[in-house]
């Protein structure tokens, strides 16, 4: 069974700079995978933040990036913000049967 | 401007049925793929089903296939989730999602919740 693993929480301060990850408990993320994020603060629906590796979803600010980083996909967030606090879900492709794997997402605390 | 209204939730007891229904407007939809996607309370999301836009195709999760029906409606812009068999484990906000070149859910509906209890 794939699982895709995300850091439970990270924390970071008003300006700075995070990267949350996404791989995979066997083998390497890659672009084939096409990941995506999503922002999902509480009480609300997930938000799409980007899709395919590193493509903003319309509307999204440019300080959220995506990318390839070493085996994992990653979510950069340029100078986080008070309105940044929210869990962060990655999900990947995973083709075979044609299904979609979330990972256990992220809880990001911005103080 | 795209929008997705899931319907249908309430409580149901165990072994129970319920069909959620998601209503779309404001782009193509006979031209999109369609899924839910489920989160129990307190914890993450999980992808259920994909139906693509002809609706002959489907996809399930392992948790749900063999209970679990999803189909659609062209005509009502409208796609469903047939739910049979529920568990306790079923219980979930419910999520409708557009599938875009089958790899990513954009957008979301604002959900619909299921509470499976006797």
């Known amino acids: 069974q794939t699982v895709v693993t995300q850091e439970p929480s990270f924390s970071v301060s008003p300006g700075e700079t995070v990267t949350l990850t996404c791989g995979l408990s066997?083998?390497?993320?890659?672009?084939?995978?096409?990941p995506s994020w999503y922002q999902q603060a509480p009480g609300q629906p997930p938000r799409t933040l980007i899709y395919?590796?590193?493509t903003r979803s319309s509307g999204v600010p440019d300080r959220f990036s995506g990318s390839i980083l070493g085996n994992r996909a990653a979510l950069t967030i340029t100078g986080a913000q008070a309105d940044d606090e929210s869990d962060y879900y990655c999900?990947?492709?995973?083709?075979?049967?044609?299904?979609?794997?979330f990972g256990g997402g992220t809880k990001l605390t911005v103080l | 401007e795209v929008q997705l209204l899931e319907s249908g939730g309430g409580l149901v007891q165990p072994g129970g049925s319920l069909r959620l229904s998601c209503a779309a407007s404001?782009?193509?939809?006979?031209?999109?793929?369609m899924a839910w996607v489920r989160q129990a309370p307190g914890k993450g999301l999980e992808w259920v089903s994909t139906?693509?836009?002809?609706?002959?195709?489907?996809y399930y999760a392992d948790s749900v296939k063999g209970r679990f029906t999803i189909s659609r409606d062209n005509s009502k812009n409208t796609v469903y989730l047939q739910m049979n068999s529920l568990r306790a484990d079923d219980t979930a906000v419910y999520y409708c999602?557009?599938?875009?070149?089958?790899?990513?859910?954009?957008?979301w509906g604002q959900g619909t919740l299921v509470t499976v209890s006797s």
């Open positions: 999602a557009k599938v875009e070149w089958l790899h990513w859910f954009d957008p």
């Open positions: 404001g782009f193509t939809f006979t031209s999109s793929d």
């Open positions: 139906i693509l836009n002809s609706g002959g195709v489907t």
């Open positions: 066997s083998g390497s993320v890659s672009p084939s995978y096409y």
């Open positions: 395919s590796t590193n």
């Open positions: 999900v990947l492709y995973m083709g075979s049967g044609i299904d979609w794997v």
